[in-house]
């Protein structure tokens, strides 16, 4: 490389949506130190691993990884591994990986530039810190891409402790940022075109702050502040807690047009005993309530959740009783794992762990059944008149991929549309992952 020419870097994001934002903050915080983006598959002079460390496959990914970026010809790029194995493992990593030159937890990447010069002169640079002083003032103001879309994280942490969980170990205590912090980013992002917004946060709806008027308001404030602002068309928020959902935020979703009815609300198990052996806080009935109050205020809602099958203790009987609750709540789309071992939590240590064939089964069993409702909740689309905005290219010549309110994704195939346009449509078929639409306006022309 000619030593005038301009670094090259590749963010590499795993695991949750709030990796993502945080790529996407790394890479604009790269990108004002004068790196540019690598080419699509092309070398770069800089890869940053964002690792996720929630399950034991996922954690493991990153050794293969540092692994594939040797060059043939025995070079390789400066390497940083950032989010949470970073946190997790520390310096661990670079002992086990000792081309890894940079280390840095999911609370201090702001200082990443400083870190890489460390490492340019030879050092092992390990930042783990969670200060007080957030990240996010560090970082260079947003200017709203290319997408239509974009993630704004709210609130970070997690003080839930479920026992099977690394999260409040990785990503610290819960913070909420500043509401006026947030009004100026999303505002920043909509001045860049952005028409969608999808809050996020480990518990987003424990996000808490003051209003310009110094009134105490939770998420279902920020989000009625947020409907207020011109150009934002769409807000989403991901992910839940059933004990954070206060009365305000469920009215919200019946008051709120510019709120889409999609709710992604875990209940992980469908059995009060696992419940409480997970240290949930909540039951099985007070979820179902939830839902129902949900329901009743926005009845197209669009129910999601997350599921793990085979926690410590859980038979036969339980597990039963997680295929209920799903039966009982109907979803949209929903995701589940297997339980997965993690070092340092509390159900790591526990007695009767499951076995792996158990597992396995269970959760054969349980992908059955949401893929099922998932088909019936599509299929039961098709015919209706909607909105999509028009989110990427597809596959074939003139096509386009919009989101539906329920976070369907929608293919449409018409002259003169563009990524960023919103149009009506009439769904005309459905598949487990996506759907058919032909565009409203072609009536009217
Ligand atoms: N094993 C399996 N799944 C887990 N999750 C969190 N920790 C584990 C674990 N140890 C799942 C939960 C959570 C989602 C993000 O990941 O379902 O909601
Ligand atoms: Fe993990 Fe439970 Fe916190 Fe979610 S609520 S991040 S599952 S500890």
């Not at 990240?135 to 997690?158: I, M, S, W, Y």
């Not at 989101?403 to 563009?418: D, I, R």
């Amino acid at each position: 490389m000619k030593s005038d020419s301009p670094k090259t870097f590749h963010v590499k994001s795993f695991g949750c949506q709030m990796n993502v934002y945080d790529g996407e903050r790394m890479a604009e915080m790269l990108g004002a130190q004068g790196y540019v983006p690598a080419a699509e598959g092309g070398d770069a002079d800089l890869v940053v691993l964002n690792t996720c460390h929630i399950r034991e496959k996922a954690a493991e990914k990153v050794y293969s990884d540092i692994g594939r970026l040797k060059r043939e010809d025995g070079s390789r790029p400066t390497i940083a591994v950032a989010g949470c194995v970073a946190q997790a493992e520390g310096a661990e990593i670079a002992r086990r990986a000792p081309s890894v030159d940079v280390v840095v937890g999911p609370q201090a990447y702001h200082r990443l530039p400083d870190l890489i010069a460390r490492a340019e002169k030879g050092e092992k640079a390990i930042d783990l810190d969670m200060p007080v002083d957030s990240k996010f003032g560090a970082l260079p103001k947003r200017a709203g891409g290319q997408r239509p879309t974009a993630f704004l994280t709210v609130q970070e942490g997690c003080d839930k402790f479920c026992t099977y969980c690394v999260v409040p170990y990785t990503r610290g205590a819960e913070i909420s940022r500043p509401f006026a912090d947030l009004i100026a980013e999303a505002r920043a992002l909509v001045a860049g075109g952005v028409r969608e917004i999808t809050l996020l946060g480990q518990n987003v709806n424990a996000w808490d702050g003051e209003d310009d008027k110094g009134r105490a308001i939770g998420l279902d404030g920020l989000i009625r502040a947020l409907a207020s602002e011109d150009g934002l068309e769409r807000i989403r928020y991901t992910t839940s807690h059933p004990n954070d959902m206060t009365d305000g935020l469920i009215a919200a979703h019946g008051e709120v047009e510019k709120l889409m009815p999609f709710l992604h609300l875990p209940v992980q198990a469908g059995s009060d005993r696992i419940l409480a052996a997970m240290n949930r806080s909540h039951t099985v009935d007070s979820y179902l309530r939830i839902i129902e109050r949900v329901r009743a205020v926005r009845p197209d809602i669009a129910i999601s959740g997350d599921f793990i099958v085979g926690f410590p203790g859980e038979s036969d009987e339980d597990f039963d009783a997680t295929l209920a609750i799903v039966r009982a709540t109907n979803y949209a789309m929903a995701y589940s794992f297997k339980y997965s071992r993690r070092p340092g939590t509390p159900a790591a240590t526990m007695d009767e762990q499951v076995d792996e064939a158990v597992m396995n089964d269970r959760l054969q069993r349980l992908q059955a059944l949401l893929n099922e409702q998932q088909q019936a909740f599509n299929s039961a689309t098709v015919g209706r008149t909607t909105r999509l905005l028009l989110e990427r290219t597809g596959k074939r010549e003139g096509q386009l991929i919009g989101k539906s309110p329920w976070l369907q994704s929608v293919h449409v195939t018409a002259p003169g549309l563009a990524i960023g346009d919103m149009i009506d449509v009439r769904i005309t078929s459905a598949g487990p992952n996506s759907l058919g639409a032909e565009p409203l306006m072609a009536e009217i022309g």
